[in-house]
């Protein structure tokens, strides 16, 4: 039985322009995710035949803006993006985790547009060699009012401004998730005819859950009030469901996917070896945390709200506890109570 309820074989455009953004003023907005989208199917099809393709492995002698190896696949999908979305025109300008500057668009149409987007192409991708989840996060903002020479500060937006985000996630089926602010919604890509058609609508996230996601691997490097979370989580607590199972894929799309979908928490946390965390505010934490927010759930840096976060820079880091929104809080709560003193 298929798990989700689906309406109506609408494909994802069709959805949007009907309902989600119906209405002559969201046209460009419309337009811009499908660009997106139609990087994303490029990207799905290139990761499906990347053996045969030989586009696996490691991109020799290359780091991307944090320093990290970068893999065939990264450099891949970051061009098919950026292509996409300068043929499309309706973004002026991008923020990749590929590129250490921003870019800007030249054409005509692209000069204009009215929103930017920041975007990591290719999340989790030292995983891809061994066929686990991938996945493509965004963040979609507006270009602020009345710049007409876009500069770096313009895309140093908090993200409650967020005016969409999303992730598609490459695994045993390509789903594609989106919010425009009204919720959350998944597309599922049909492969046979190359196309995303809405497979779960107004998703919400369940409060709590039993399930954690850590790197466990670095207990002893995070924070002690965090290292007695994750020793409560373990404890064994009838009434609460204790111990909790932990679930840790390495891919921040699958972990937060199947958060999204079963409920649990999803830890990134500072720690001795990294003192900000390791993910990026701009266009991991903060479309993830859009994202979750909209499902009902919750996510903050364990002192505040990732989304009320001012960005310094475009490639900062922070760290991040996201998803059910009654994990979140005592997490939360456990951090705050001996973190600030
Ligand atoms: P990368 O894209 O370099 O594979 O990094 C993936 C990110 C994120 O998706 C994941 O949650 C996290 O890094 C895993 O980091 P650790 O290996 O340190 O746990």
New binding site residues.
């Given amino acids: 039985m298929y798990p989700f309820k689906v309406k109506e074989k609408l494909t994802a455009y069709q959805y949007l322009l009907k309902d989600k953004l119906a209405g002559d003023k969201n046209r460009e907005l419309i337009a811009l995710l499908k660009d997106l989208k139609l990087a994303g199917r490029q990207v799905s099809k290139e990761l499906n035949t990347g053996a045969l393709a030989g586009s696996l492995g490691d991109y020799t002698g290359s780091k991307n803006s944090h320093g990290?190896k970068v893999k065939k696949l990264d450099l891949i999908a970051n061009n098919l993006f950026i292509k996409s979305l300068e043929n499309g025109g309706n973004c002026a300008g991008v923020v990749s985790e590929e590129n250490d500057k921003i870019l800007l668009f030249n054409n005509e149409n692209s000069k204009n547009a009215k929103y930017l987007v920041l975007i990591d192409p290719?999340?989790?991708?030292?995983?891809i060699d061994v066929n686990v989840p991938v996945g493509t996060i965004f963040s979609i903002l507006k270009r602020p009012r009345g710049v007409k020479k876009l500069s770096t500060k313009d895309f140093l937006q908090e993200g409650k401004k967020q005016v969409a985000a999303g992730y598609i996630i490459y695994g045993s089926s390509t789903i594609y998730v989106l919010t425009v602010g009204k919720g959350v919604d998944a597309f599922t890509l049909d492969p046979f005819v190359n196309e995303f058609y809405v497979s779960q609508t107004n998703i919400k996230i369940p409060n709590k859950a039993r399930m954690y996601s850590v790197?466990q691997g670095n207990f002893f490097e995070f924070p002690l009030p965090l290292q007695e979370y994750i020793r409560w989580c373990e404890q064994n607590d009838q009434k609460t469901g204790r111990p909790y199972s932990l679930r840790y894929v390495?891919?921040?799309?699958a972990?937060l996917h199947r958060s999204l979908l079963k409920g649990g928490l999803f830890i990134?946390s500072q720690s001795k070896n990294a003192p900000k965390g390791?993910?990026r505010l701009m266009y991991e934490c903060n479309p993830m945390a859009f994202i979750i927010e909209q499902a009902g759930g919750l996510a903050t840096n364990g002192k505040k709200n990732i989304l009320s976060i001012k960005p310094k820079s475009i490639h900062q880091i922070s760290p991040i506890f996201i998803g059910s929104k009654e994990m979140v809080e005592l997490v939360t709560k456990y951090l705050r109570s001996k973190l600030l003193n």
Avoid at 122 to 127: F, I, Q, V
Avoid at 250 to 253: A, I, K, Y
């Fill in positions: 990290e290719l999340d989790g991708s030292s995983n790197n390495g891919s921040m799309v972990d990134y390791k993910l």
